[in-house]
Protein backbone atom coordinates (compact mmCIF):
# COMPACT_ATOMS: atom_id res chain seq x y z
CA UNK A 1 0.00 0.00 0.00
CA UNK A 2 1.11 3.28 -0.96
CA UNK A 3 2.21 5.58 1.73
CA UNK A 4 3.56 9.24 1.65
CA UNK A 5 5.50 10.83 4.02
CA UNK A 6 6.57 14.38 4.44
CA UNK A 7 9.53 15.44 6.86
CA UNK A 8 9.35 18.29 8.30
CA UNK A 9 6.15 18.43 9.93
CA UNK A 10 6.79 22.08 10.29
CA UNK A 11 9.11 24.64 9.63
CA UNK A 12 10.05 28.42 10.46
CA UNK A 13 12.58 30.06 8.75
CA UNK A 14 13.36 34.17 8.45
CA UNK A 15 12.76 35.90 5.15
CA UNK A 16 14.46 35.51 2.79
CA UNK A 17 16.09 31.89 3.57
CA UNK A 18 16.41 29.55 1.12
CA UNK A 19 14.83 26.02 2.11
CA UNK A 20 13.76 22.25 1.30
CA UNK A 21 10.74 20.25 2.33
CA UNK A 22 10.85 16.52 1.92
CA UNK A 23 8.27 14.03 0.65
CA UNK A 24 8.87 10.42 0.61
CA UNK A 25 6.96 7.44 -1.15
CA UNK A 26 6.77 3.95 -0.62
CA UNK A 27 6.11 2.31 -4.08
CA UNK A 28 7.84 3.62 -6.80
CA UNK A 29 5.24 2.81 -9.55
CA UNK A 30 4.04 6.32 -9.58
CA UNK A 31 2.42 7.69 -12.43
CA UNK A 32 3.53 11.08 -11.28
CA UNK A 33 3.64 13.34 -8.50
CA UNK A 34 2.00 17.23 -7.47
CA UNK A 35 2.86 19.94 -4.86
CA UNK A 36 0.55 21.60 -3.71
CA UNK A 37 -0.38 24.44 -1.39
CA UNK A 38 -2.70 25.12 1.66
CA UNK A 39 -3.97 28.03 3.22
CA UNK A 40 -5.91 27.94 6.46
CA UNK A 41 -9.39 26.71 5.80
CA UNK A 42 -8.71 27.04 1.82
CA UNK A 43 -8.54 24.69 -0.72
CA UNK A 44 -5.37 23.28 -2.28
CA UNK A 45 -3.28 25.25 -5.11
CA UNK A 46 -1.39 23.12 -7.62
CA UNK A 47 2.16 24.12 -7.58
CA UNK A 48 3.80 21.47 -10.05
CA UNK A 49 3.15 18.58 -11.45
CA UNK A 50 6.02 16.03 -12.33
CA UNK A 51 5.51 13.03 -14.57
CA UNK A 52 7.40 9.94 -13.30
CA UNK A 53 9.73 10.34 -16.63
CA UNK A 54 10.71 13.40 -15.37
CA UNK A 55 13.37 14.65 -12.72
CA UNK A 56 12.49 17.85 -12.28
CA UNK A 57 9.77 21.25 -12.75
CA UNK A 58 10.50 24.76 -11.73
CA UNK A 59 7.75 27.45 -11.51
CA UNK A 60 9.84 31.18 -11.04
CA UNK A 61 11.08 30.78 -7.08
CA UNK A 62 10.03 26.92 -7.12
CA UNK A 63 11.90 23.76 -7.97
CA UNK A 64 10.24 20.10 -7.87
CA UNK A 65 13.27 17.24 -8.11
CA UNK A 66 11.95 13.26 -8.06
CA UNK A 67 13.94 10.63 -7.58
CA UNK A 68 11.30 7.55 -8.38
CA UNK A 69 13.64 4.69 -7.69
CA UNK A 70 14.89 6.20 -4.27
CA UNK A 71 11.14 7.44 -3.61
CA UNK A 72 11.81 11.06 -2.90
CA UNK A 73 10.70 14.09 -4.19
CA UNK A 74 12.24 17.65 -2.99
CA UNK A 75 10.27 21.31 -3.11
CA UNK A 76 13.06 23.60 -3.35
CA UNK A 77 11.76 27.36 -2.48
CA UNK A 78 14.57 29.98 -3.30
CA UNK A 79 14.51 33.49 -1.02
CA UNK A 80 11.42 32.93 0.59
CA UNK A 81 9.24 35.07 1.57
CA UNK A 82 6.21 35.87 4.17
CA UNK A 83 3.37 35.05 1.60
CA UNK A 84 5.35 32.09 0.95
CA UNK A 85 3.51 30.74 4.73
CA UNK A 86 0.92 27.81 4.08
CA UNK A 87 1.04 24.16 4.11
CA UNK A 88 3.04 22.03 1.90
CA UNK A 89 1.70 19.12 0.46
CA UNK A 90 2.97 16.85 -1.98
CA UNK A 91 0.88 13.78 -3.41
CA UNK A 92 1.27 11.00 -5.81
CA UNK A 93 -0.90 9.39 -8.56
CA UNK A 94 -0.65 5.28 -8.72
CA UNK A 95 0.21 4.04 -11.73
CA UNK A 96 -3.39 2.77 -13.02
CA UNK A 97 -4.99 5.19 -11.23
CA UNK A 98 -7.54 7.43 -12.73
CA UNK A 99 -6.95 10.48 -10.23
CA UNK A 100 -6.23 8.63 -7.08
CA UNK A 101 -4.05 10.90 -5.28
CA UNK A 102 -1.84 9.74 -2.30
CA UNK A 103 -1.31 12.74 0.11
CA UNK A 104 1.38 13.31 2.36
CA UNK A 105 -0.02 14.84 5.74
CA UNK A 106 2.11 18.04 4.47
CA UNK A 107 4.89 20.60 5.79
CA UNK A 108 3.58 23.47 8.08
CA UNK A 109 5.90 26.32 6.82
CA UNK A 110 6.07 30.22 8.31
CA UNK A 111 8.73 32.43 7.03
CA UNK A 112 8.92 35.31 9.38
CA UNK A 113 9.66 38.63 8.27
CA UNK B 1 -7.35 31.92 -14.92
CA UNK B 2 -10.46 29.26 -14.46
CA UNK B 3 -11.30 27.81 -11.27
CA UNK B 4 -13.14 25.46 -9.90
CA UNK B 5 -16.87 26.14 -7.70
CA UNK B 6 -17.82 24.51 -4.73
CA UNK B 7 -21.11 25.46 -2.97
CA UNK B 8 -21.63 26.07 0.32
CA UNK B 9 -18.77 27.00 2.18
CA UNK B 10 -20.57 25.46 5.15
CA UNK B 11 -23.19 23.20 5.89
CA UNK B 12 -24.71 21.89 9.09
CA UNK B 13 -26.11 19.05 9.15
CA UNK B 14 -28.17 16.77 11.44
CA UNK B 15 -26.68 13.30 11.71
CA UNK B 16 -28.81 10.74 9.52
CA UNK B 17 -30.01 14.01 6.92
CA UNK B 18 -29.09 13.74 3.82
CA UNK B 19 -26.70 16.47 1.83
CA UNK B 20 -25.56 17.70 -1.24
CA UNK B 21 -22.29 19.24 -2.11
CA UNK B 22 -22.09 20.79 -5.49
CA UNK B 23 -19.11 21.82 -7.84
CA UNK B 24 -18.81 23.28 -10.80
CA UNK B 25 -15.63 22.01 -12.60
CA UNK B 26 -13.21 23.97 -14.72
CA UNK B 27 -15.30 23.64 -17.81
CA UNK B 28 -13.09 21.89 -20.51
CA UNK B 29 -12.01 19.73 -17.89
CA UNK B 30 -13.13 15.88 -18.61
CA UNK B 31 -12.56 14.33 -15.16
CA UNK B 32 -14.27 14.48 -12.00
CA UNK B 33 -12.94 13.68 -8.39
CA UNK B 34 -13.95 14.38 -5.01
CA UNK B 35 -11.59 14.41 -1.72
CA UNK B 36 -12.35 15.31 1.57
CA UNK B 37 -9.98 15.96 4.79
CA UNK B 38 -10.93 15.02 8.37
CA UNK B 39 -9.55 17.80 10.79
CA UNK B 40 -5.79 17.13 11.32
CA UNK B 41 -6.08 14.60 9.14
CA UNK B 42 -4.49 13.74 5.15
CA UNK B 43 -6.43 14.46 2.17
CA UNK B 44 -8.10 11.35 1.28
CA UNK B 45 -9.76 9.95 -2.14
CA UNK B 46 -13.46 9.29 -2.54
CA UNK B 47 -14.20 8.98 -5.84
CA UNK B 48 -13.37 9.84 -9.50
CA UNK B 49 -15.68 10.19 -12.41
CA UNK B 50 -15.47 10.42 -16.09
CA UNK B 51 -17.81 10.10 -19.13
CA UNK B 52 -21.01 9.82 -17.08
CA UNK B 53 -19.24 6.93 -14.64
CA UNK B 54 -17.50 6.33 -11.62
CA UNK B 55 -13.97 5.37 -12.75
CA UNK B 56 -12.56 4.58 -9.61
CA UNK B 57 -13.55 4.76 -5.82
CA UNK B 58 -11.93 4.31 -2.34
CA UNK B 59 -13.44 2.14 0.67
CA UNK B 60 -14.71 4.97 2.08
CA UNK B 61 -17.09 5.73 -0.98
CA UNK B 62 -19.47 3.01 0.50
CA UNK B 63 -23.56 2.88 -0.30
CA UNK B 64 -24.28 6.31 1.65
CA UNK B 65 -22.35 8.08 -0.88
CA UNK B 66 -23.21 8.77 -4.94
CA UNK B 67 -22.21 11.52 -7.09
CA UNK B 68 -23.79 12.37 -10.23
CA UNK B 69 -23.36 15.15 -13.25
CA UNK B 70 -27.14 16.46 -13.24
CA UNK B 71 -26.23 18.65 -16.50
CA UNK B 72 -23.04 20.11 -18.34
CA UNK B 73 -21.18 22.20 -15.78
CA UNK B 74 -22.42 20.21 -12.54
CA UNK B 75 -20.92 17.91 -10.52
CA UNK B 76 -22.53 16.41 -6.99
CA UNK B 77 -21.67 14.73 -3.98
CA UNK B 78 -24.45 13.57 -2.11
CA UNK B 79 -24.74 11.82 1.26
CA UNK B 80 -27.85 9.80 1.87
CA UNK B 81 -27.66 9.53 5.77
CA UNK B 82 -25.18 11.50 7.13
CA UNK B 83 -22.87 10.22 9.85
CA UNK B 84 -21.05 12.16 12.99
CA UNK B 85 -17.97 10.66 11.13
CA UNK B 86 -18.61 12.10 7.65
CA UNK B 87 -17.90 15.76 9.43
CA UNK B 88 -14.87 17.00 6.97
CA UNK B 89 -14.30 19.39 4.42
CA UNK B 90 -14.92 18.46 0.97
CA UNK B 91 -12.71 19.32 -1.58
CA UNK B 92 -13.92 18.98 -5.52
CA UNK B 93 -11.07 18.27 -8.39
CA UNK B 94 -11.24 18.44 -11.82
CA UNK B 95 -8.40 17.75 -14.84
CA UNK B 96 -8.41 17.72 -18.67
CA UNK B 97 -6.36 14.48 -18.79
CA UNK B 98 -5.50 11.97 -16.04
CA UNK B 99 -1.69 13.14 -17.07
CA UNK B 100 -2.86 17.06 -16.01
CA UNK B 101 -2.35 18.30 -12.81
CA UNK B 102 -5.84 18.43 -10.50
CA UNK B 103 -7.15 21.81 -10.13
CA UNK B 104 -9.42 21.60 -6.67
CA UNK B 105 -12.29 24.45 -5.27
CA UNK B 106 -12.27 25.87 -2.04
CA UNK B 107 -13.95 23.13 -0.26
CA UNK B 108 -17.40 22.86 1.70
CA UNK B 109 -16.64 22.48 5.58
CA UNK B 110 -19.21 19.57 6.57
CA UNK B 111 -20.20 19.65 10.12
CA UNK B 112 -22.50 16.84 11.12
CA UNK B 113 -24.07 17.46 14.66
Known amino acids: KQEVTQIPAALSVPEGENLVLNCSFTDSAIYNLQWFRQDPGKGLTSLLLIQSSQREQTSGRLNASLDKSSGRSTLYIAASQPGDSATYLC????????????FGKGTKLSVKP | EPEVTQTPSHQVTQMGQEVILRCVPI?????FYWYRQILGQKVEFLVSFYNNEISEKSEIFDDQFSVERPDGSNFTLKIRSTKLEDSAMYFC???????????FGSGTQLSVL
Open chain 2, 93 to 103: ASSGDTNEKLF
Open chain 2, 27 to 31: SNHLY
Open chain 1, 91 to 102: AVRRGGSQGNLI
